[in-house]
C-alpha cells in the first residue's frame, strides 16, 4: 500500500501538467465534424422518431442503452470514423505532443435523467485510478447540450492532488469521495446554442471528475478519447489494441483462412500480461474469439511456466504441421521482444498464419512484422 501511495502521489509532479490539458475549453470546426448529426444516425437506425439525442430516455428503456452503446461503438471503431477522428485530433492536438497514438474506440456516455438511482452513475474518479497515466490526454467532446448536473463534473489540478492524498491516507469510502469531489467540483460549461461554436473540454489524469445525478430532465451524449505520446508507462493500455497508431483501424481482421489447420496457444509464463489468471479463462476467451471468425482449431497448448523463450511455441511452429496459432495477445508472450519477432519471421517462412485476439491483427505477410515491432517498441 505505501509503495502505491508514493506512485499515485508521485503522478501529481506538476511537470506533467501541461497548461492546455489543464481542464480547458477549445473550439472545433462543426461543419467539418459534425459528431451530433454522425452519432444520431445510428441511434436513428434503431429508433427513426427520436430526432434529437437530448430525448434519448423517451426513446430507449434503460436496458436497451447497452445494446446502443454497443452498436455506436462498432461505429466509432470503423475505417471512417477512425479517420475523421485522426483529423479531429490532429486539428486539436497539432504538433504539441510529438508522436501520438489514439484510442481505438472512443468511449461513449449516455447521462440519462436521474441516473444514479437507476444504478448507471458514473463516479467520480481519476484516470490514475482508472488504468490511464501521465502522457495520455482525453478530448471530451459533447453531442447534446450540456449544463448542470448533466455535465460532467470537475475538480482542479490543485484539489485533485489534496483528494487523492486523503482518500489514500484515510482509506475513504466512495460515499465520501463523492461527498468531497461535489464539493470541489463545478460542472464543464459548453455552449450549444442553435449558432453555437464547436466546442471540446481537455483535461489530463489527475483531475477528479465524474458525475452528480442528473436532473435536468434531459439526456446527455459525450464521446471521449486520449491520445497516448510515445515513451508513455501504458501499463493495461497496450499500443495496437486499447491505442491504435493513426492512419490504422484496430477491429476484426478480414480474410482469415478457416480451412487451415489451427490450434490455439496460450502463454501464462507472461506474468506481466496474465498476472496468475487461471489458464482455461484466458484460453475460453481465445477459443471463442476463434469461434467467432469461424476457426475450428485442432487443439490447444500451454506454454510451459518457469520458461522465457517460447520453446513449447518453437515446438509446434518447427516440429508440425500447424497452418495458424491463435494467440491472446503479441504484448502477452513470456520471451524478449527480440526472440517473439524471431518466431513469428519463423512463422512466416514456414507460412503460418498468426492471429492476435487482442490486437484484432492477422499476421499473414512480412509486412505485418513491422507493425508488429512498431506496436512492441511504442
Ligand atoms: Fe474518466
Known amino acids: 500500500m505505501t509503495k502505491n501511495i508514493y506512485e499515485l502521489n508521485t503522478r501529481y509532479d506538476d511537470k506533467f501538467l501541461e497548461p492546455q490539458w489543464d481542464h480547458k475549453v477549445v473550439n472545433y470546426d462543426l461543419e467539418k465534424f459534425p459528431w451530433t448529426e454522425r452519432i444520431l444516425s445510428v441511434v436513428q437506425e434503431i429508433r427513426p422518431h427520436c430526432d434529437k439525442l437530448e430525448y434519448l430516455h423517451e426513446h430507449f428503456g434503460r436496458t436497451e442503452i447497452v445494446p446502443l452503446r454497443k452498436k455506436i461503438e462498432k461505429y466509432v471503431r470503423s475505417k471512417e470514423?477512425?479517420?475523421?477522428?485522426?483529423?479531429?485530433?490532429d486539428?486539436?492536438?497539432?504538433?504539441?505532443?510529438?508522436?501520438?497514438?489514439?484510442?481505438?474506440?472512443?468511449?461513449?456516455?449516455?447521462?440519462?435523467?436521474?441516473?444514479?438511482?437507476?444504478?448507471?452513475?458514473?463516479?467520480?474518479?481519476?484516470?490514475?485510478?482508472?488504468?490511464?497515466?501521465?502522457?495520455?490526454?482525453?478530448?471530451?467532446?459533447?453531442?447534446?447540450?450540456?449544463?448542470?448536473?448533466?455535465?460532467?463534473?470537475?475538480?482542479?489540478?490543485?484539489?485533485?492532488?489534496?483528494?487523492?492524498?486523503?482518500?489514500?491516507?484515510?482509506?475513504?469510502?466512495?460515499?465520501?469521495?463523492?461527498?468531497?469531489?461535489?464539493?470541489?467540483?463545478?460542472?464543464?460549461?459548453?455552449?450549444?446554442?442553435?449558432?453555437?461554436?464547436?466546442?471540446?473540454?481537455?483535461?489530463?489524469?489527475?483531475?477528479?471528475?465524474?458525475?452528480?445525478?442528473?436532473?435536468?430532465?434531459?439526456?446527455?451524449?459525450?464521446?471521449?478519447?486520449?491520445?497516448?505520446?510515445?515513451?508513455?508507462?501504458?501499463?493495461?493500455?497496450?499500443?495496437?489494441?486499447?491505442?491504435?497508431?493513426?492512419?490504422t483501424v484496430v477491429d476484426l481482421p478480414q480474410g482469415i483462412e478457416t480451412s487451415r489447420r489451427w490450434i490455439v496457444f496460450n502463454d501464462p509464463a507472461a506474468s506481466e500480461y496474465m498476472g496468475t489468471m487461471p489458464f482455461y479463462i484466458a484460453r475460453t476467451f481465445i477459443e471463442n474469439?476463434?469461434?467467432?471468425?469461424?476457426?475450428?482449431?485442432?487443439?490447444?497448448?500451454?506454454?510451459?511456466?518457469?520458461?522465457?523463450?517460447?520453446?513449447?511455441?518453437?515446438?509446434?511452429i518447427n516440429d508440425t504441421e500447424v497452418q495458424g496459432i491463435v494467440l491472446l495477445s503479441f504484448h502477452g508472450l513470456s520471451s524478449s521482444i527480440n526472440r517473439r519477432m524471431e518466431l513469428f519471421e519463423l512463422c512466416m517462412d514456414k507460412d503460418i498464419h498468426v492471429l492476435f485476439c487482442d490486437e484484432n491483427f492477422l499476421l499473414d505477410s512480412r509486412e505485418g512484422l513491422d507493425y508488429i515491432r512498431k506496436c512492441l517498441e511504442f
Open 81 to 89: 470514423f477512425s479517420q475523421w477522428i485522426d483529423e479531429y485530433f
Open 91 to 247: 486539428s486539436i492536438i497539432g504538433d504539441s505532443l510529438g508522436e501520438y497514438l489514439i484510442q481505438a474506440t472512443p468511449t461513449l456516455n449516455f447521462v440519462l435523467p436521474d441516473q444514479q438511482r437507476q444504478g448507471s452513475l458514473l463516479t467520480f474518479h481519476t484516470g490514475h485510478l482508472t488504468a490511464y497515466n501521465n502522457g495520455m490526454y482525453t478530448i471530451w467532446t459533447p453531442l447534446s447540450p450540456v449544463y448542470g448536473s448533466n455535465s460532467m463534473q470537475i475538480v482542479s489540478w490543485e484539489e485533485s492532488k489534496k483528494i487523492t492524498f486523503y482518500m489514500l491516507r484515510d482509506k475513504l469510502s466512495l460515499a465520501e469521495i463523492q461527498r468531497r469531489c461535489e464539493k470541489k467540483s463545478s460542472p464543464v460549461e459548453i455552449e450549444f446554442g442553435e449558432t453555437r461554436p464547436g466546442q471540446a473540454w481537455l483535461f489530463n489524469q489527475g483531475h477528479w471528475h465524474g458525475n452528480i445525478n442528473n436532473t435536468t430532465g434531459i439526456s446527455r451524449v459525450s464521446l471521449d478519447c486520449r491520445a497516448m505520446t510515445k515513451g508513455t508507462d501504458y501499463g493495461f493500455r497496450n499500443p495496437g489494441s486499447y491505442f491504435r497508431f493513426r492512419g
Open 289 to 316: 474469439y476463434a469461434d467467432k471468425l469461424g476457426i475450428n482449431p485442432v487443439g490447444w497448448h500451454n506454454e510451459y511456466t518457469f520458461t522465457d523463450w517460447n520453446p513449447h511455441l518453437e515446438f509446434f
